[in-house]
């Protein structure tokens, strides 16, 4: 079973960036999909962007352009890079593993089988 842990969030003003780290214990991260997903108050959790075992990238409409996802797999790593960030980017970001997909990736919280804890990413305007 593998374990993930987030870092990197905070408290950052519109137009700002940060970087997302998600580190992987107990199974290789190159042989799952890595996703993140994000929560905002009151709100659903929902698809942010997805790396699959090839390293082919996904990403919502409303990060493309200004979010990118990569895996260290040497450091068995993901990461999120996001710029241009905007008060509506306000959440709790979270890492997720799917082991069992070979080929692509989900954009549902059901395909993913191990999440992290999440960590808070605020954008002040």
């Known amino acids: 079973q593998v374990q993930l842990r987030e870092s990197g969030g905070g408290l950052v003003q519109a137009g700002g960036s940060l970087r997302l780290s998600c580190a992987a214990s107990?199974?290789?991260?190159?042989?799952?999909?890595m996703g993140w997903f994000r929560q905002a108050p009151g709100k659903e959790r929902v698809f942010v962007a997805a790396?699959?075992?090839?390293?082919?990238?996904l990403y919502a409409d409303s990060v493309e352009g200004r979010f990118t996802i990569s895996r260290d797999n040497a450091k068995n790593s993901v990461y999120l890079q996001m710029n241009s960030l905007k008060p509506d980017d306000t959440a709790v970001y979270y890492c997720?593993?799917?082991?069992?997909?070979?080929?692509?990736?989900?954009?549902?919280?059901?395909?993913?089988?191990?999440w992290g804890q999440g960590t808070q990413v605020t954008v002040s305007s």
């Open positions: 997720a593993s799917d082991s069992r997909r070979i080929v692509g990736w989900g954009r549902s919280t059901y395909d993913y089988d191990a």
């Open positions: 107990g199974r290789p991260a190159s042989t799952s999909v």
């Open positions: 790396i699959s075992r090839s390293g082919r990238t």
